[in-house]
């Protein structure tokens, strides 16, 4: 009998047991790549990968298929800052040309450690100043490619916590096709040393995805904080810093004609704006006539958005709804967004703007009727006069808490 309870004592130990894989580093600039995609081959069901040291990467991650795995990264992963290899050889995402040098993928996820994730951006930046070829959005070129250090990709169940990144090419992290995604703790550095921008540094982009929570974080950059992309469903957003950024961004959306984009079920709240160009923002296509268009006319909506407890400082616009974005004045004018916003709602947004746009606080200029947008505890200031707040095709400008004035031109 004793036996036996001790056998199966022993049996539930073996099957709970964690697989480990730790990764030692080859050392002298030599790639670790192979070595860490070996891990994570062998601890891909139930293990646990670690990442404890220093790690040069010249060799593209994908790690897919992974089961209940643990990830300590405690040391630093750096990207070789290779352009001519790495634009070939990231791994090329279906939406806007965007590739990644990490595709982290399966179910039941964890990664954190405290480590560091450097993409050695400045040389992109640089590159892609200079570089007449460099495609649009993300690259695409594959003789140009700005990957994204961290994708999570066709995942369910992540959590990402206490890591650093720095020098991102292109944007820091994406979340596609994915559901039930946490990060937290994430502190993101995409500075330049030189003048040179460091375009397109995105905190996160979210596509595709629901159930995708981001708290707790930093953001240092020159382009969105966290942005929500095309189909990006039940988003929660809180307790962030995002400085020198272009602000919380839904959209852009509605940019493919007969594509519906849908950003829905959002909430955004206690989040401190610093040197950011836009605080809460939604970015939409206008329509457009032709049904093949590329450049607006998509459908779809926007519905169920939050923004609480946002407080900024030199920002240009702190409420910014621009549903002619990218679309000539005229043509926007001809063929209003079909892609609806509804349901928007503003709670104690405080703070002063930069500015830069007179006494603009608050831009909200609908293409097509814009419903059941509502504002309260709203108390903005500018250091240029008084505070205006310019609003177009608001039905429902009796539930703001502040007055509108229409558009000057
Ligand atoms: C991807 O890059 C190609 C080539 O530069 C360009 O034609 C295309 O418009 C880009 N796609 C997007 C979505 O930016
Ligand atoms: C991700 O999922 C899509 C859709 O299911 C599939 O087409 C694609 O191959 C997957 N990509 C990877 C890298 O697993
Ligand atoms: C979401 O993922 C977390 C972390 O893996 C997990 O604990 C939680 O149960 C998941 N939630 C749902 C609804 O599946
Ligand atoms: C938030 O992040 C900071 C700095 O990364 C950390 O010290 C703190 O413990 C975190 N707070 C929570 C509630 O996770
Ligand atoms: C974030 O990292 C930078 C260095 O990249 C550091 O200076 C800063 O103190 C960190 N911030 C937080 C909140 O951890
Ligand atoms: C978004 O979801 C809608 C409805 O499911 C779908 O028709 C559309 O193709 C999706 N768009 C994208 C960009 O995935
Ligand atoms: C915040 O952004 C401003 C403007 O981009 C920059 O000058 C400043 O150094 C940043 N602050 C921190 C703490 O990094
Ligand atoms: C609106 O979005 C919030 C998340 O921000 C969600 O909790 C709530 O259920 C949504 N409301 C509806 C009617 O879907
Ligand atoms: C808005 O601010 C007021 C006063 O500071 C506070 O009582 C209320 O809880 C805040 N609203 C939200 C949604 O946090
Ligand atoms: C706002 O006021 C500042 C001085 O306070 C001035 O330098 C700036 O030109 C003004 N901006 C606009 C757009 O009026
Ligand atoms: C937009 O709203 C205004 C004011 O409520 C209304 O008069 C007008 O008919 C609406 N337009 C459309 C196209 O629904
Ligand atoms: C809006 O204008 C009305 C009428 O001029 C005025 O009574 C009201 O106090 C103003 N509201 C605000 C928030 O300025």
């Known amino acids: 009998m004793r036996t036996i309870a001790l056998l199966l004592t022993s049996l539930a130990a073996a099957a709970s047991a964690r697989l480990s894989c730790k990764v030692k580093p080859l050392g002298g600039g030599q790639d670790d790549g192979p070595n860490i995609l070996a891990a994570f ?94 495609g649009t959005a993300g690259g695409s070129s594959r003789t140009f490619a ?23 090419p292109f944007w820091n992290n994406f979340v596609y096709q994915s559901t039930n995604v946490t990060y937290r703790n994430i502190n993101i550095s995409s500075v330049s040393y030189s003048d040179t921008p460091t375009s397109n540094s995105d905190g996160w982009d979210i596509y595709r995805s629901s159930y995708v929570t981001i708290t707790n974080s930093t953001v240092n950059n020159d382009d969105d904080c966290v942005s929500f992309k ?46 950011t160009e836009y605080g809460a923002r939604i970015k939409v296509f206008g329509g457009n006539p032709s049904p093949d268009s590329t450049a607006g006319g998509g459908t779809g909506y926007v519905k169920n958005i939050t923004f609480a407890n946002i407080n900024v400082e030199k920002t240009d616009t702190p409420i910014f709804i621009d549903q002619c974005y990218s679309t000539d004045a005229d043509i926007c004018a001809q063929y209003p967004s079909k892609l609806t916003i509804s349901d928007v709602h503003y709670i104690n947004i405080t ?31 500018s250091p240029n006069g008084t505070a205006t707040y310019v609003c177009k095709n608001i039905v429902s400008s009796s539930q703001l808490d502040f007055n509108c004035t229409a558009p000057s031109s």
């Open 230 to 275: 095309p189909n990006s469903t039940n988003i929660l957003v809180s307790h962030m810093n995002c400085n020198g950024s272009h602000g919380i961004s839904v959209g852009s959306l509605g940019q493919y004609a007969g594509t519906p984009d849908i950003v829905a079920n959002v909430s955004v709240h206690d989040i401190i704006m610093k040197n």
């Open 351 to 381: 703070g002063s703007s930069s500015g830069a746009e007179g006494s603009v606080v608050v831009d909200m200029q609908c293409s097509t009727n814009c419903t059941d947008i509502t504002a309260t505890g709203t108390s903005l200031s």
């Open 41 to 134: 081959k062998r601890c891909a069901k139930k293990g646990r990968v670690t990442l404890d040291q220093y790690y040069v990467v010249d060799t593209l991650l994908m790690t897919t298929g992974l089961d209940d795995v643990e990830i300590e990264l405690s040391g630093v992963v750096q990207y070789t800052p290779d352009i001519a290899k790495w634009s070939p050889q990231s791994y090329y995402l279906t939406y806007q040309n965007a590739t990644t040098y990490w595709f982290l993928s399966g179910n039941n996820i964890h990664l954190y450690g405290g480590g560091t994730l450097d993409a050695n951006g400045q040389i992109w930046w640089e590159t892609y100043k200079n570089n007449q070829n460099s």
């Open 146 to 168: 700005r990957p994204v250090p961290l994708t999570v990709g066709n995942a369910t169940n992540v959590v990402i916590e206490d890591l650093t990144q720095i020098g991102s």
